[in-house]
């Protein structure tokens, strides 16, 4: 049976929960050297991308990617963050804005493996559907 990258995050999460930064290193090294023996470790930033994930699940963290046209003002931020929390029950919600000239208006967000596009093109191509449709 093959082992997910998820697997091997949630692995490290286990193996990290409640180490000293002594034991850390010991573990991550352990861990970096496992993962080389298995052929991944041009997988490693994806399987850290997973133990992120996985810890931010178990502090009540999520981490929200935002591609806009522009940047968010923080008024923008706060109805992003309350719309994930309700969507999540998640207790934190941290913001990675990034500008995205080629969306023209509006934003995507992307959380937990889940993208939810709000620009300008999607309505575009979204109304195209709907009028050749009639």
């Given at each position: 049976m093959k082992t997910?990258?998820?697997?091997?995050?949630?692995?490290?999460y286990e193996l990290t929960e409640g180490k000293n930064r002594e034991e850390l290193d010991k573990i991550l090294?352990?861990?970096?050297?496992?993962?080389?023996?298995a052929g991944l470790s041009s997988r490693l930033d994806?399987?850290?991308?997973?133990?992120?994930?996985?810890w931010n699940e178990e502090k009540g963290e999520i981490e929200v990617q935002v591609n806009s046209a522009r940047t968010l003002d923080q008024k923008?931020?706060?109805m992003i963050i309350e719309f994930v929390k309700a969507k999540t029950?998640?207790?934190?919600?941290?913001?990675?804005?990034?500008?995205?000239k080629s969306l023209l208006g509006g934003f995507k967000i992307e959380y937990q493996g889940k993208v939810?596009?709000?620009?300008?093109?999607?309505?575009l191509k979204q109304l195209k559907i709907a009028l050749n449709k009639e």
């Open positions: 997910s990258l998820r697997q091997y995050a949630l692995a490290l090294n352990n861990f970096i050297n496992e993962i080389i023996d994806l399987i850290l991308d997973k133990f992120s994930e996985i923008e931020k706060e029950k998640a207790e934190k919600i941290k913001i990675k804005n990034e500008v995205e939810l596009n709000f620009s300008f093109q999607e309505k």
